[in-house]
């Protein structure tokens, strides 16, 4: 991972997740605000475009970690939902019992379905900050059968199928109990997963904190992206996190 300069250190580990093994890249910057920040990948792992964004988030947040998790990278087990779930729980328990201070969140995509499983689960939401969701995927069902075929490309083992998702899951972000945000750039690959119209039901049904629609972002890929992140990060993510765009 290329991290910024004032990155006091970085790793990779496993830890001993409810499955197995889950594959964790960290990011640690004792000179940087203390903020701890859980990037989630979405179904494809920890690609490139996740370990830029850690390495711009590290340059002003202390506290940064990207899980591959369960069918992920080198994590053992394959991802579903519920077993997606499972992981995130067990990633912010662990952070918690490291780090002082609540969890801001950080999800990609289809990663947001794991959240939506546990809206219901108080315990676990006391530990979280807020939630921003970075490419919001309005109708997941009816992109199962691409998504199944490009998992083979980045090797994920995948326990997917069409009974865990559904066409319309705009009212489930009804439920989620802290600040959340949406930060959908209105490119071409982004308006596939969801359009202006469904991103106006979202904020008539689930009613998050700010929906942002910047013109630009960087894409969800396998390739390291310095100034899309970068002017994410600088005009969305931080504003977010210090509270400014409360």
Known sequence: MKLSKETTQETMSFLNGPSGKIQVYALNNDKAKKEQILILPNGYGVLEYCKSLGGALSSKWSNIFIPNLRGQGLSDGELSIKGG????????????????????????????LYL???????????????????????CPAIHLDRFIKKTKKYGV????????????????YRDIPVPFFVVHPLNKINL????KT????????????????????YEILDIWQNHSVSNIVTNYYSPIIDGSMN
Not at 192 to 195: D, I, L, S
Request: aromatic share 10%; with cysteine; net charge positive.
């Open 85 to 112: 779930s499972e992981d995130v729980k067990f990633m912010c328990k662990e952070i918690r019992s490291v780090h002082d201070g609540k969890i801001t969140i950080i999800v990609h995509c289809s990663a947001m």
């Open 116 to 138: 939506l499983n546990l809206v219901h689960e108080k315990k676990f939401w006391l530990n979280i900050e807020r939630v921003i969701l970075y490419g919001y995927l309005a």
């Open 157 to 172: 083992r995948v326990k997917f199928n069409e009974k865990e998702l559904w066409h319309s899951n705009s009212f489930k």
């Open 192 to 195: 596939t997963r969801a359009n």
């Open 198 to 217: 469904q991103l106006n039901e979202l904020n008539k049904y689930s009613n998050p904190c700010k929906i942002l629609t910047p013109k630009k972002g």
